[in-house]
């Protein structure tokens, strides 16, 4: 428990005011935060709590911070918002994500749009009638770094979910003819809580998966496709910081 001393330490993230970078990229998964901070120029651990491993550092001279999200919308709105009340200002979600295109590899790089406001969590913040759509100079940079990095990027808008095992085969096949490129549990939420709390926010993606693929890679393909999707992502949010900071 926190006493008077700990009144500016936010409740979750255990961070104060100059702990963080304006710029701050979102992990949901701990371990990946942690390999994000490892391909930082230096890092130093600054709080860990629950699911929330925060690091701040450099990259090319560029001050950046990464916190990890956790699972799904309620703790990434959380972490999103004790970030910002701290000084954070520009956020990337790197996560990983479901493909639903059928030609779309695992392993493959996903800038998002925008997002399906499937999380429950957003409509309390703001009316489902409000579309819930990436920062359009964050979703700028990081094409423009995944260009500049020579990775092919798929882009698009996704879909966020509450329930990871919860099963809707009709509401996933009317979102995949309609355009839908990937699957996640908290692009939504972290594009809603942002526009609430007047946050520029982005996300890239590798995916991990995809049920249309015709021929499935065995669980050890699989995990190394996604890891190499990874590398892109945590190298292509690092360059679309240091785009948006004002780094040749």
Same mark, same amino acid.
């Given at each position: 428990?926190?006493?008077?001393?700990?009144? *500016?330490?936010?409740?979750?993230?255990?961070?104060?005011?100059?702990?963080?970078? =304006?710029?701050?990229?979102?992990?949901? *998964?701990p371990a990946r935060a942690?390999?994000?901070?490892?391909?930082?120029?230096?890092?130093?651990?600054?709080?860990?709590? =629950?699911?929330?491993? $925060?690091? &701040?550092?450099?990259?090319?001279?560029?001050?950046?911070?990464?916190?990890? &999200?956790?699972?799904?919308?309620? +703790?990434?709105?959380?972490?999103?918002?004790? $970030?910002?009340?701290?000084?954070?200002?520009?956020?990337?979600?790197?996560?990983?994500?479901?493909?639903?295109?059928? *030609?779309?590899?695992?392993?493959? $790089?996903?800038?998002?749009?925008?997002?399906?406001?499937?999380?429950?969590?957003?409509?309390?913040?703001?009316?489902?009638?409000?579309?819930?759509?990436?920062?359009?100079?964050? +979703?700028?940079?990081?094409?423009?770094?995944?260009? *500049?990095?020579?990775?092919?990027?798929? &882009?698009?808008?996704?879909?966020?979910?509450?329930?990871?095992?919860?099963?809707?085969?009709?509401?996933?096949?009317?979102? =995949?003819?309609?355009?839908?490129?990937?699957?996640?549990?908290?692009?939504?939420?972290?594009?809603?809580?942002?526009?609430?709390?007047?946050?520029?926010?982005g996300c890239v993606l590798?995916?991990?998966?995809?049920?249309? $693929?015709?021929?499935?890679?065995?669980?050890?393909?699989?995990?190394?496709?996604?890891?190499?999707?990874?590398?892109?992502?945590?190298? &292509?949010?690092?360059?679309?910081?240091?785009?948006?900071?004002?780094?040749?």
């Amino acid at each position: 428990m926190m006493n008077s001393q700990d009144a *500016d330490v936010q409740k979750h993230l255990r961070c104060r005011p100059g702990d963080v970078a =304006r710029s701050v990229l979102l992990p949901g *998964d701990p371990a990946r935060a942690r390999r994000i901070a490892e391909a930082f120029d230096e890092a130093r651990l600054i709080a860990e709590n =629950r699911e929330y491993v $925060l690091f &701040t550092g450099l990259t090319n001279g560029v001050a950046v911070s990464v916190c990890s &999200t956790g699972i799904g919308g309620s +703790s990434a709105a959380i972490a999103l918002e004790e $970030l910002r009340n701290v000084g954070a200002e520009l956020f990337i979600r790197v996560g990983s994500a479901g493909g639903r295109r059928k *030609d779309m590899p695992i392993g493959s $790089l996903v800038v998002l749009t925008a997002a399906y406001r499937g999380d429950g969590v957003s409509d309390e913040y703001l009316p489902l009638g409000f579309p819930a759509v990436a920062d359009l100079n964050v +979703s700028n940079a990081l094409i423009r770094a995944a260009k *500049d990095l020579g990775y092919e990027a798929w &882009t698009g808008i996704g879909t966020t979910r509450s329930a990871f095992y919860a099963r809707h085969p009709e509401l996933n096949e009317q979102l =995949r003819r309609a355009g839908v490129v990937a699957a996640e549990m908290e692009a939504s939420t972290l594009f809603i809580v942002g526009a609430h709390r007047g946050a520029r926010v982005g996300c890239v993606l590798a995916t991990d998966s995809n049920i249309y $693929l015709e021929k499935q890679p065995t669980p050890p393909e699989k995990e190394a496709l996604y890891m190499q999707g990874e590398h892109m992502t945590i190298q &292509t949010a690092l360059r679309a910081v240091q785009l948006l900071e004002g780094t040749p």
